[in-house]
């Protein structure tokens, strides 16, 4: 076993445990894990180069489209929610994907922002259907088939959230070790000489793209669980820029970083909330310019360097360059 | 939609335009030549702006003629635009120019989140509006309808003065000739002596000088509120997106079209009135991936 799947073990049990001994960690821990996948959705995206600044859309729109669903189907288990999101941002992804994997780099960022924009606003203008800015509340149903109360609830989401998060966590470093994942890794370092094997640059990225999105809609559906409420603010290109800082403070190399990351955050903004108040941004933005002048390959590659295989996918366009 | 509305919508759209034009320039400018796309860029737009507003109140408080508007309006941009614009260069961008994008990016990213916060810090929550000098300079009669002088003539006048002395100065200047070798290309242009640092030094205040000057000839006619700087990056990449990056006279043009496009869509359909922007660039970038307005790259093995 390698210290990083030892750390990501560690990390889901202490998940789990901690919020048993203190009650009110269970929200956070949540919230954690569902940034966490949602970072580990944009993180794939980042391994091969590509830095989306809209991610936070898929999440939105998985949100909203379980909460339309458990107010259509009142008597619908909160369990089901989870899938449909995930399905959701996948099939959001799939479409988008069409449009945007023809771009790379700032284009590529930048149209990711601009689109979750235009569903930023459309849930914010067209009150009647989704309620505006104040939007639509979540009614808490039953939990596989359970009648829960408020802390039974948050109790079964916590485990159901700890357990998609690692199950998630294993399936995206099986992707990563997969053709698709490592074509997804050569559009970063060479996507010409990609193409000159026979495979399709645009078409990795899409796939990386489709995983992504899904992963986003379960954690946005994950999210709307939690909260009971979904509102525009959730696709807000804040959001989503908040989602590419915890991939990059917990690093792109192992998929434990996102996680890593999504926990440290949670409480850096916990505390900094708590003790200076009004300014929780304003600390996470100066954690953030230390993190790329100082520790730019994050939280995991600071921990066990050598478990990183983004190391050895990092130090390839060099050697390629040389022999160029 | 009447002649009269059709020429109300004209106009607005010619003075909204012309404040996302000197926003979106001095993004544009900045990527052009330093490759680097400032998220930040909004805040500045917001600083600016309030900025201006402070001043204007102060100079009201003191009994000053607001004739004196328009130049704490210009005064204000410029010194805080050199003020965070060089903070940043220096602090910030000089350490990460040979790394990613992505953490370009990303270090532009964390400015944002340190401005927004600092602007909150400053000027609280509450919406901020000073519009002495729109109300000094009254309003005109154009084809029967009636339009304040300001938006009519001070906005597409400041806008049209920059566009056309940025051209000049790009063109006939010492300086301006080495900024555009650098753009063109930087180790080339440092082996023939240009101090390409002082360069991209400059390009950034002069960037940040003009997202600062938007915000501050915007203060007069909008009230300013948190998230405007926001709002405000957003929108102006849209206009530089679907110009194509780093193109002036194109940025101009697209700020024209989507100002235009957008003050329609108020009087027409005004729940569209945010989404138009965005639909305009989406559309133009499923045709032309690169903007309206640059020349495709070929692709280097």
Known sequence: ?324 | MNQELFLLAVLDGISYAALLFLVALGMTLVFGVMRILNMAHGSLYAFGGYFAATLGLWAVSKGLSPAWSFLWLVLAALVIGALLGTVMEVLLLRRIYHKEQILQLLVTFAAFMIFEDLQRMIWGAQPYFVSDIVNYLGVAEVLGITYTRYQLMVLPGVALVVFVGLRWFLKSSRTGRQIVAVAHNREVATAMGIDAKRICLLTFVAGSMLGALGGALASPTTSLVPGIGAEMIVLSFAVVATAGLGQIEGTLVTALLIGLARSFAVYLQPEMEVLVPYLIMVAVLLFRPQGLFSVAQARRV
Not at chain 1, 9 to 20: D, G, N, R, S, T
Not at chain 1, 37 to 45: C, K, P
Not at chain 1, 128 to 134: E, F, I, L, N, P
Not at chain 1, 257 to 283: D, N, P, R
């Open chain 1, 1 to 324: 076993m390698t210290r990083a799947n030892l750390a990501g073990l560690l990390l889901a049990l202490v998940a789990l445990a901690a919020p048993l001994a203190w009650p009110w960690l269970k929200t956070p821990v949540v919230i954690a894990a569902s940034f966490g996948v949602a970072a580990l959705g944009v993180s794939i995206l980042i391994r091969a180069g590509q830095l989306s600044f809209g991610h936070a859309m898929f999440s939105c729109a998985a949100g909203y489209a379980a909460a339309f669903l458990a107010r259509a189907v009142p008597r619908l288990d909160s369990a089901l929610l989870l899938p449909v999101g995930a399905l959701c941002g996948a099939a959001m992804g799939m479409l988008i994907g069409l449009f945007v994997v023809r771009y790379r780099a700032i284009f590529f960022g930048m149209l990711n922002l601009a689109l979750s924009m235009v569903l930023f606003s459309i849930l914010g203008k067209f009150y009647s259907w989704t309620g505006g800015t104040d939007g639509i509340r979540v009614a808490r149903s039953t939990f596989f088939g359970m009648q829960l109360d408020r802390d039974g609830f948050e109790t079964a989401l916590l485990v159901v959230a700890v357990a998609c998060s690692v199950a998630l966590a294993l399936a995206v470093q099986r992707y990563q070790q997969s053709v698709a994942g490592q074509a997804l890794a050569a559009v970063k370092t060479n996507e010409t000489r990609l193409e000159y094997i026979g495979l399709s640059a645009n078409k990795a990225l899409w796939i990386g793209y489709v995983f992504s999105a899904a992963l986003c809609g379960l954690s946005g559906a994950m999210f709307a669980l939690m909260q009971g409420l979904v509102t525009p603010e959730m696709g807000y290109w804040v959001r989503s820029g908040e989602i590419v800082f915890i991939s990059i403070l917990g690093g792109v190399g192992h998929p434990v970083g996102a996680f890593l990351g999504a926990v440290v955050f949670e409480f850096i903004k916990l505390y900094s909330a708590a003790l200076f108040t009004g300014a929780w941004q304003m600390v996470l933005g100066f954690v953030l310019i230390g993190l790329v002048f100082f520790v730019p390959s994050g939280l995991s590659g600071l921990l066990f360097r050598k478990a990183a295989p983004a190391q050895a996918s990092e130090a390839r366009p060099l050697i390629g360059e040389v022999r160029s």
